[in-house]
């Protein structure tokens, strides 16, 4: 793999990984936050719109305890008449457009003392107790005496706040009006005479009014509100089909979560799959307090997660856009930096290979190319000097080895010539030597003749001796040169 792959791939992948890391860690914890904010958010919205539905429920409730405070003070004064106490019930029901009914219901007696003259009368049943009930059909407004309230179940409308003492929220219950099935509550407050109680007054209310209020409720995009009975009645849903029916058909895990928590009077968020609109969503309940009842009702608020978290989406989008375009930046300008480092490099190898094929030779060309990796700044610039250096010294080694070369060729011939005048000398006296042993017997006759051999001998020997003393000088001049050839070939090793 080349230098330079291997740069951008030590320097790439790092940078990559790390921008990753980043991403993941800011998708991670923005995911996070937008969840939290939109819990916050949807735990403020339920809270509001549940003051909002106090409110109009608390209308009715009050409106009930002001007609119990009424008809018990009637009752404690002595001043009980059943045709005021109708026309009140009447006008009640006239100026609260958004009640259906009002009715008071006593026990026997307790109202006037006069059941037994109303009984069987118009507006009454066969006990003649005190048990109007007014209300709408349409644009106009009827009385018909209360009935049922004498029977557990359907008269808990009655027996309830007549048994506890306390006012009373009655659970979602249907009721047919003009052929139309309605969804209705009864919010009734007990009337109290020196602390006991004789009877109750009440307030009918359509639930479907609550669907009304809420059903343009939005948060986010899709985001919508629903209210839910003390004991998981739907009362108010985006999905008309659905009002009247158990909250556990819609949470079938979390419903009695939802239940219990309200009943504390806690608020209880969770993010879940919505079989009705089939995506995942985050949910919030919070409680609605309604008076002095004891039954807290619940609105809660459900945003599909993905409109939560879409502004959490686009930010990442363009946070990857934008670190794609850095990274393709980096890349860029890494392959500059590259290319500029390893231009360099690639000219000093160059010259490495040429070094080590004993190439020292240098033309304009050579001489350029290595003076433009002498210029870089830096270890690489130091590098080339060095190397320019190190081919330079070689040059002068080279030149040193030749000088002694040619001198040791000069030695030699040198040395050749002395050899061969000894040898030539040597062969002379042994032609000497063989003429005397050839004329020994003439010696007598020839004795001047040897007296002057014998000094030619003498002559001979003289001049042997001088080219001998030439040849071991030769010789030693000859080590000499051995040794410093032998300093120059160690100093190219160790330029090597």
């Given amino acids: 793999m080349s230098l330079k792959k291997r740069f951008a791939i030590f320097i790439l992948v790092p940078t990559i990984l790390i921008f990753t890391l980043i991403l993941s860690y800011s998708a991670y914890f923005s995911y996070q936050k937008a969840i939290g904010d939109a819990n916050s958010i949807m735990e403020a919205e339920a809270r509001e719109n549940s003051n909002y539905i106090k409110a109009v429920l608390e209308v009715a ?23 005021i106490a109708d026309m009140m019930l009447k006008k009640v029901l006239e100026e609260n457009k958004e009640f259906f009914g009002v009715w008071v219901c006593f026990e026997p007696n307790a109202f006037d003392g006069k059941d037994l003259r109303y009984a069987g009368k118009e507006g009454h049943d066969a006990t003649g107790r ?36 306390k006012e009373t929220i009655l659970e979602p219950y249907e009721y047919t009006v003009s052929g139309k099935n309605l969804l209705f509550t009864s919010l009734a407050v007990p009337i109290k005479a020196d602390s006991k109680v004789i009877g109750v007054a009440g307030v009918d209310f359509v639930l479907n009014q609550l669907a009304d209020m809420i059903k343009d ?6 985001g919508f509100g629903i209210i839910i009975s003390n004991k998981g009645t739907i009362v108010a849903h985006k999905n ?7 909250i556990e058909e819609l949470e079938k895990e979390k419903s009695q979560e939802i239940l219990n928590s309200a009943r504390v009077g806690k608020t209880f968020s969770f993010r879940a799959y919505s079989t009705d609109t089939r995506v995942r969503v985050l949910k919030s309940f919070v409680p609605i307090n309604i ?5 807290r009702w619940i609105f809660g ?12 989406k686009n930010r990442l989008f363009r946070t990857i856009s934008i670190s794609i375009l850095g990274i393709g930046i980096i890349a860029v300008i890494l392959i500059f930096l590259l290319n500029k ?26 001489d ?16 080339a000097k060095n190397l320019r250096f190190m081919i330079d010294n070689f040059r002068v080694l080279i030149v040193k080895v030749k000088e002694t070369c040619n001198r040791t060729s000069v030695t030699g011939n040198q040395i050749s010539d002395a050899v061969n005048q000894t040898t030539m000398a040597v062969q002379q006296v042994a032609t000497t030597v063989q003429e005397l042993a050839n004329g020994s017997q003439e010696t007598a006759k020839n004795v001047q003749e040897v007296s002057s051999a014998v000094d030619n001998i003498g002559n001979m020997i003289e001049a042997l001796a001088q080219n001998a003393s030439a040849v071991e000088k030769i010789n030693q001049e000859t080590a000499k040169m051995t040794k410093e050839g032998q300093v120059v070939v160690d100093e190219l090793n160790k330029g090597f």
């Fill in 61 to 83: 409730l009050d409106t009930a305890r002001t007609m119990a405070n009424m008809f018990g003070g009637m009752v404690v004064s002595k001043k009980s008449d059943r045709i």
């Fill in 130 to 165: 005190f048990i109007p009930y007014w209300y709408r059909d349409e644009d106009r407004i009827h009385r018909v005496p209360l009935e049922n309230y004498d029977k557990e179940g359907l008269g808990d409308y009655y027996l309830l706040p007549l048994k506890t003492g």
């Fill in 217 to 222: 409720f939005r948060l986010y995009k899709t």
């Fill in 240 to 246: 008309r089909d659905l009002l009247g029916r158990k």
């Fill in 291 to 295: 008076g002095n009842t004891e039954t």
């Fill in 301 to 312: 608020v459900e945003v599909p997660e993905g409109e939560v978290i879409e502004d959490v």
């Fill in 341 to 366: 480092l390893i231009s360099p490099i690639k000219l000093i190898m160059r010259e490495v290979e040429l070094l080590g094929k004993l190439d020292l030779r240098f033309g304009n060309e050579r």
């Fill in 368 to 383: 350029l190319t290595l003076k433009r990796a002498i210029e870089e700044k830096g270890e690489i610039g130091d590098l």
